[in-house]
């Protein structure tokens, strides 16, 4: 049981190059997540996913586009890499709040970092 | 939408002794909330979380309180080791989207 992976690691891209971060879960959760970790900031949402063939946007969506064709993956990609999104990308996955009455439990993959020059 | 913040944004503590981290939030419809330790380089593991019907919650020498007339809750550590110095995050979650808005972070050194 993997849990939450992501891939790649690490990746240096080049202004206006464009790349797709891969997250997938092995944990059968309907909900995944993309999140940015910028130095002295929290994790800020990027966009989500309620489950296959779904997307929504989240806090920061400009510049990001997101698919979820199968349950288990949920790719990111860069149409156009700027400096700005210079980065740590965090993916997550939980199982929908029905379960317990509430919000539920997110769990997160290692990260990619992600450096535009 | 929602918002959290955390404070202190550090925290220096002597091994043994307690650390307390404060959140807010505004959204009174939030009701969950989650602690997440993240260490250097690491991905932010889950190590205790509250619900909204729950006062308070512990874990060993972690507990967590929440007041949702003021809106507001709290990670407290006992007996602080050189292992718990890391960043810690609080966040609030709604059920719609089971979307979770992070504080910025409390980074915590204890001190051998």
């Known amino acids: 049981n993997a849990g939450v992976t992501q891939t790649p690691k690490f990746r240096v891209l080049k202004t206006g190059q464009s790349m797709t971060l891969l997250c997938a879960q092995d944990?059968?959760?309907?909900?995944m997540y993309w999140y940015r970790q910028d130095p002295g900031m929290g994790l800020r949402l990027i966009h989500y996913s309620v489950g296959e063939g779904t997307t929504a946007k989240g806090e920061v969506p400009d510049g990001y586009n997101v698919s979820r064709l199968k349950k288990q993956n949920f790719l990111l990609g860069l149409e156009s890499a700027a400096p700005s999104q210079t980065s740590v990308y965090f993916c997550?996955?939980?199982?929908?709040?029905?379960?317990?009455?509430?919000?539920?439990?997110?769990?997160f993959g290692p990260g990619t970092r992600l450096t535009v020059l | 939408g929602e918002n959290v913040e955390q404070h202190p944004s550090t925290l220096s503590v002597q091994e043994g002794d307690s650390a307390v981290i404060k959140c807010t939030y505004s959204?009174?419809?939030?009701?969950?909330f989650p602690w997440y330790k993240q260490e250097l380089g690491k991905r932010p593991q889950l190590i205790i979380d509250i619900r909204s019907n729950v006062g308070e919650k512990k874990d060993q020498r972690i507990a967590v309180t929440l007041n949702k007339t003021a809106k507001h809750f709290s990670l407290h550590i006992t007996e602080t080791q050189p292992e718990d110095s890391a960043v810690y995050f609080c966040a609030a979650g709604l059920a719609a989207g089971n979307k979770l808005t992070f504080g910025g972070g409390t980074r915590v050194l204890v001190k051998p």
């Open positions: 944990m059968n959760h309907e909900y």
């Open positions: 997550a996955s939980s199982f929908s709040p029905g379960i317990f009455g509430g919000a539920d439990t997110q769990y």
């Open positions: 959204d009174s419809a939030s009701n969950y």
